[in-house]
C-alpha cells in the first residue's frame, strides 16, 4: 500500500516570499503519478500542479513549482511570490499509474500568508 | 467544460435519520470516488467506482453507509442511520487515467 507523509502540519510566509513544502511518500511502484491539491477555506479542493514519475523535468505551473527526487521519494512544492489568495491548505497525493488507481492524501499542510 | 457537480452543499440532520448525497461527475470521466473528510483531516476515500462497478470500498462503513453509480454517471451515497461521528465533508470526485482526480464542491454533513 502507498502511504504519503506530510510532515509540516502549518506554515506561514509573508505576501511576495517564497514558501516550500515537504512532502514524503513510499511506494513499490515505478510509474505513478504525484498531485498537489489546495483546498481554500471554500473547501472545494483545487488541483495545483501534477507530477510524471517517468519524467525527470520537474513540473511547472505559473508561481507553483515541484522538486521531485524519484530515489528520495520526496515531491515538494515551492510558491513563489506568494499571495495572499495561496491561503489554504495543502494535500500532496499520489496516484498508482493505470485505470481505476486509488487517489491517496497526505494529512495536509496549513499554509497561512500574512502582509 | 463542467466540473463536478454535488448536491446537496449543506445538510443537517438527527442521528438515527437517513441522508442521501448526489453526484454528477465531468463528462467521460470513467472512475469516480467518494471520499469523507474530517474538519482538520486530510480526505479519506469510502468508495471508489470504475464505470458502474466497485474497485475499492475497504473504508466504507458498509452497515450503515451505500453507494451506488446508475449507468456509469452520476452516483448516491447514503448514509442510514447516521450518527454523530459522521459529521463531515463529503467530496465526490472524478477522473480519467493518470490526469488527477477533479472534485467537487462538497456536501457538509452536520449530524445533531
Known amino acids: 500500500a502507498q502511504t504519503v507523509t506530510q510532515s509540516q502540519p502549518e506554515m506561514s510566509v509573508q505576501e511576495a516570499e517564497t514558501v516550500t513544502l515537504s512532502c514524503t511518500y513510499d511506494t513499490s511502484e515505478n510509474n505513478y503519478y504525484l498531485f498537489w491539491y489546495k483546498q481554500p477555506p471554500s473547501r472545494q479542493m483545487i488541483l495545483v500542479i501534477r507530477q510524471e514519475a517517468y519524467k525527470q523535468q520537474n513540473a511547472t505551473e505559473n508561481r507553483f513549482s515541484v522538486n521531485f527526487q524519484k530515489a528520495a521519494k520526496s515531491f515538494s512544492l515551492k510558491i513563489s511570490d506568494s499571495q495572499l489568495g495561496d491561503t489554504a491548505m495543502y494535500f500532496c497525493?499520489?496516484?498508482?499509474?493505470?485505470?481505476?488507481?486509488?487517489?491517496?492524501f497526505g494529512t495536509g499542510t496549513r499554509l497561512q500568508v500574512t502582509l | 467544460e463542467a466540473g463536478v457537480a454535488q448536491s446537496p452543499r449543506y445538510k443537517i440532520i438527527e442521528k438515527r435519520q437517513s441522508v442521501a448525497f448526489w453526484c454528477n461527475p465531468i463528462?467521460?470521466?470513467?472512475?469516480l470516488y467518494w471520499y469523507q473528510q474530517i474538519l482538520g483531516q486530510g480526505p479519506k476515500l469510502l468508495i471508489q467506482f470504475q464505470n458502474n462497478g466497485v474497485v475499492d470500498d475497504s473504508q466504507l462503513p458498509k452497515d450503515r453507509f451505500s453507494a451506488e453509480r446508475l449507468k456509469g454517471v452520476d452516483s448516491t451515497l447514503k448514509i442510514q442511520p447516521a450518527k454523530l461521528e459522521d459529521s463531515a465533508v463529503y467530496l465526490c470526485?472524478?477522473?480519467?487515467?493518470?490526469?488527477?482526480?477533479?472534485f467537487g464542491q462538497g456536501t457538509r454533513l452536520t449530524v445533531v
Open positions: 497525493a499520489f496516484m498508482k499509474a493505470g485505470t481505476a488507481s486509488k487517489l491517496t
Open positions: 463528462s467521460g470521466h470513467a472512475t
Open positions: 470526485a472524478s477522473s480519467q487515467q493518470g490526469a488527477g482526480a477533479f
